[in-house]
T-cell receptor, first 112, second 115 residues
Framework: GENVEQHPSTLSVQEGDSAVIKCTYS??????FPWYKQELGKRPQLIID?????GEKKDQRIAVTLNKTAKHFSLHITETQPEDSAVYFC???????????FGSGTQVVVTP | NAGVTQTPKFRVLKTGQSMTLLCAQD?????MYWYRQDPGMGLRLIHY???????AKGEVPDGYNVSRLKKQNFLLGLESAAPSQTSVYFC??????????????FGQGTRLTVV
């Protein structure tokens, strides 16, 4: 089955700096890669996603890149703000499985 | 729309007791999932369903059972609770695996403590 690994587990950045979180996946059939943000005590919510036919996608200060050959994808947050502090999860899925597999999460702390 | 609703929000069980967690969605979603969240371990998939009447095992299915008798409901059962099942449980649903419709919406979570 699919295995999604996520690094780092914690990330501390200064406000205004960039943050990068990396994930790798094992199953070449994976074709959908979402990122979720979970604020303390709340439910995870989708912030951006990418499909296997696209190499990069951007939405304001966040962007996701995908390297299908290397089976890894990354989340980039630019100009970080205190409200970016949260746990971020990557995930992978494929139409053939019908399930969504998550990474172990990255705790991002943005310090003023 | 309520979205995805989990019942109950909190529960304390004694070892060996049984309980059922209910997940209800009002978005006509086909896919439903049960995850558990433990510190440092992310969201681990327990069981999932790709449609009414179907269920499948995820990463950590042992000690849990599920049923999807109605499209809008996905039930997670613990037959004999163990302290290792102390966790926060999240239910999620999505419309399909095809674009659009792939976004998974989560319930608010159930905090379960087994003593």
């Amino acid at each position: 089955g699919e295995n999604v690994e996520q690094h780092p587990s914690t990330l501390s950045v200064q406000e205004g700096d960039s943050a990068v979180i990396k994930c790798t996946y094992s199953d070449s059939a994976s074709n959908y890669f979402p990122w979720y943000k979970q604020e303390l005590g709340k439910r995870p919510q989708l912030i951006i996603d990418i499909r296997s036919n696209v190499g990069e996608k951007k939405d304001q200060r966040i962007a996701v890149t995908l390297n299908k050959t290397a089976k890894h994808f990354s989340l980039h947050i630019t100009e970080t703000q205190p409200e970016d502090s949260a746990v971020y999860f990557c995930a992978a899925s494929a139409v053939s499985w019908g399930k969504l597999q998550f990474g172990s999460g990255t705790q991002v702390v943005v310090t003023p | 729309n309520a979205g995805v609703t989990q019942t109950p929000k909190f529960r304390v069980l004694k070892t060996g007791q049984s309980m059922t967690l209910l997940c209800a969605q009002d978005m006509n979603h086909e896919y439903m999932y049960w995850y558990r969240q433990d510190p440092g371990m992310g969201l681990r998939l327990i069981h999932y369903s790709v449609g009414e009447g179907t269920t499948a095992k995820g990463e950590v299915p042992d000690g849990y059972n599920v049923s999807r008798l109605k499209k809008q409901n996905f039930l997670l059962g613990l037959e004999s609770a163990a302290p290792s099942q102390t966790s926060v449980y999240f239910c999620a649903s999505s419309y399909s695996m095809w674009d659009p419709g792939t976004e998974a919406f989560f319930g608010q979570g159930t905090r379960l403590t087994v003593v």
